[in-house]
């Protein structure tokens, strides 16, 4: 075989390999482009329907980046306690860590709608984010009650009534201090009742108390 032959079929060789290649990093490119799965409709509403899970949606929009565990459950818990972040409890942190760690932020990376590092703690949109960008976008602002207020505005109600009572009492033979110490109770134990029953209907799916800690996540 001559030399020129020889170069020739050096050549296309060599431009099959290059073709090869750039045939496969297009699809690699490709498959990163598209969704892992497209989402149903039910699969969609599966995910609106939580408020927790739409409060994840609508902070990784904000962001548009990659937030840590303990950041994300203190900007949700936040919200729905009507707090500031500073202002939190370590239960109230602690149950909304929990509740993403062991239920939400699973099944949203099960669905592609986040990507979730559990071994770093780290989460960030998904393939399937995107799907939900449009209901997102015109949902009405829901922060629910602002719960410390409504506590407040009781508390402060009580010592008013119970003042009132005192005042009274003596011009009357009634006794007003014993019924206002019953409106008192009953009116707190109310609050505190009408409280626990919204956290309830919010943690409707919630893994809660199977011992999770906000240390568990290691740094990989």
């Excluded at 497209?38 to 969609?44: A, P, R, Y």
């Excluded at 919200?79 to 699973?106: A, D, F, T, W």
């Excluded at 008192?184 to 009742?193: P, Y």
Aim: with cysteine.
């Amino acid at each position: 075989m001559s030399t020129e032959s020889q170069s020739t079929n050096v050549t296309e060789e060599g431009t099959s390999v290059t073709e090869e290649v750039n045939a496969s990093e297009r699809l690699e490119t490709e498959a990163l482009a598209e969704p892992e799965t497209e989402l149903e409709l039910d699969q969609v509403f599966e995910i609106l329907k939580n408020q927790r899970r739409r409060y994840v949606l609508q902070h990784l929009n904000d962001v548009d980046d990659t937030v840590s565990m303990s950041d994300l459950a203190e900007e949700i818990a936040a919200l729905e306690n009507g707090k500031e972040v500073s202002q939190l409890s370590s239960s109230e942190r602690k149950r909304v860590y929990v509740g993403l760690y062991q239920c939400h932020l699973p099944k949203m990376d099960s669905m592609g709608v986040v990507s979730f590092n559990k071994p770093r703690g780290l989460i960030e949109r998904g393939p399937n984010a995107a799907v939900f960008d449009e209901y997102l976008e015109f949902e009405p602002e829901d922060e629910g009650p602002a719960w410390h207020r409504i506590h407040a505005i009781t508390a402060g109600a009580s010592a008013v009534t119970l003042l009132v009572a005192l005042l009274v009492q003596p011009f009357v033979a009634a006794p007003l201090v014993v019924l206002a110490g019953l409106l008192i109770v009953a009116a707190n134990v109310g609050c505190s009742a009408a409280h626990y029953q919204w956290v309830r209907a919010n943690d409707d799916e919630d893994g809660d108390g199977v011992g999770v800690t906000m240390g568990e996540t290691s740094s990989a």
